[in-house]
């Protein structure tokens, strides 16, 4: 146990090397809205206002390497459940190891959990549900501890949450016709893990919607729910499109900012809060229920978020973290709220321009050509149809977050590459039992058969 307990802080800190390459924690345009929220409890108009509320405690308002160490160490209890759970090797801890050294120097993994940014938890959303449909003989203490991580990080975003909804929604289904026989084997799933599941995903959006309530910005999982789409009607163009044909030159109010709403947004889809003045508010939330409701307006939404999820499905680059002005939203929260980390934060190699992911981006895409392709011979196996049903379940779960992120934020350069890491997870497994079919098994855990499946 405690050796265990010590392997999984050991993964922890291996996966804050790319932090502390940099010597600071890597700061996004939106990590300054962020901070503001957790620690002035102001919701935002189109985000959940739980991961600013995580910076806020987990740095113990000192430091915000406490939140990139908290960020690693979840995400290493996480991947030490899923070799514990689903390797069958009495040796799976090195393995896990070696899966953790590669999605930190191979992958994004260790860039997801070393800014402060919310990224990593829709790996760890991923993930823990996969725990929770799949997962043989879990005990009590980590079914609840599983429980509460995939609880936590699906409210993080609301693409997570929306995620695990469609996950549950397909696995849900999948778990009624199974009777019949119409279900393959590879998506065959318990039906009272998923029912688990489905109350997982109640939870977690009764526990947003009811943190929003107490502080005052409603009962739902945004603060403003014509305000949050905005942003999507910004980046597609509806916005632009409605207030060329409905206004006339030099016609005050909205109409002022038709040629200029793409400032409003950042380069991830988010509403620049800080410049928005009440007026602007006043006059987004009039005009939104006016888009939505205007012929066609279904049909260009539903075209262009198919577009962006297969343009989103193969966007793995990492995006480009700049130097950040002194007066952006995040450098004036860091200097108010962590004002003894003002001279780490210059003296960081985001700051000195030094930060480049060139390197990454090259071994991503060899990484991930080369997990298709276990993916592939896993698939056509039959020796491996144990393994086949995670492999899938890992794979669907990709392709859902793409269409999730394709239909709240649009084709965005980071959304997918934060959790593209998550393909090699089963890929490890594989290879943990490959060698030890016979020799190494858990005591009391081992494979039955090779066609034995996770759960059936």
């Known amino acids: 146990m405690n050796r265990n307990i010590l392997l999984v802080i050991i993964g922890a800190v291996i996966l804050c090397f790319v932090a502390l390459d940099n010597k600071f924690p890597v700061l996004t345009q939106d990590t300054g809205s962020y901070i503001n929220s957790g620690f002035t409890r102001d919701v935002p108009f189109d985000r959940p206002v739980l991961y600013g509320l995580f910076i806020s405690h987990a740095s113990w308002g000192s430091s915000l390497w406490l939140v990139v160490f908290s960020q690693a160490l979840i995400l290493s209890i996480v991947l030490f459940y899923y070799f514990r759970y689903f390797s069958a090797n009495i040796y799976f801890n090195f393995f896990y190891l070696a899966c953790l050294f590669f ?186 229920p006016e888009i939505i409701s205007q012929n066609g307006f279904a049909r260009k939404i539903v075209k262009r978020s198919v577009i962006d999820f297969f343009l989103q499905i193969p966007k793995i680059r990492t995006a480009k973290y700049t130097q950040l002005h002194e007066r952006s939203v995040t450098y004036t929260s860091i200097y108010k709220w962590y004002n003894s980390s003002v001279r780490e934060t210059y003296l960081s190699r985001q700051m000195a321009r030094w930060l480049d992911f060139w390197y990454l981006n090259y071994s991503q895409i060899i990484s991930v050509i080369c997990c298709l392709g276990v993916f592939i011979l896993v698939f056509f196996n039959k020796v491996a149809s144990r393994q086949q049903p995670l492999f899938m379940y890992v794979f669907i779960a990709y392709m859902v977050y793409a269409f999730a992120g394709a239909l709240l934020y649009g084709s965005r350069n980071d959304f997918q590459s934060d959790i593209v890491w998550v393909l090699c997870v089963p890929v490890f497994i594989y290879l943990s039992e490959a060698g030890f079919k016979n020799s190494a098994q858990k005591s009391g855990k081992g494979l039955t058969s090779p066609q034995e499946s996770l759960l059936i």
């Open 103 to 288: 999605i930190t120097f191979c992958m994004t993994g260790s860039l997801a959990a070393s800014k402060i940014a919310p990224g990593v938890f829709g790996g760890i959303t991923l993930l823990g549900t996969g725990l929770m449909l799949f997962a043989k003989d879990l005990t009590q203490r980590d079914y609840w501890i599983i429980l509460s991580i995939t609880v936590i990080s699906a409210g993080m975003d609301v693409a997570y949450l929306i995620t695990l909804v469609l996950l549950v929604i397909i696995y849900g289904v999948a778990a009624l016709i199974k009777g019949k026989g119409q279900v393959p084997h590879v998506i065959s799933v318990n039906r009272k893990r998923v029912l688990h599941t489905g109350v997982m995903a109640v939870v977690a959006w009764l526990l947003i919607s009811m943190i929003h309530f107490l502080l005052g910005a409603g009962f739902g999982i945004t603060r403003d729910k014509h305000i949050s789409v905005f942003p999507r009607l910004i980046n597609t163009g509806l916005a632009k499109e409605y207030l060329d044909q409905h206004c006339e030159k030099g016609q005050p109010g909205i109409c002022a900012y038709k040629d200029s709403l793409n400032k409003l947004i950042t380069v991830n889809s988010r509403l620049v809060n800080a410049a928005l003045t009440d007026a602007q508010i006043k006059a987004f939330r009039e005009i939104v």
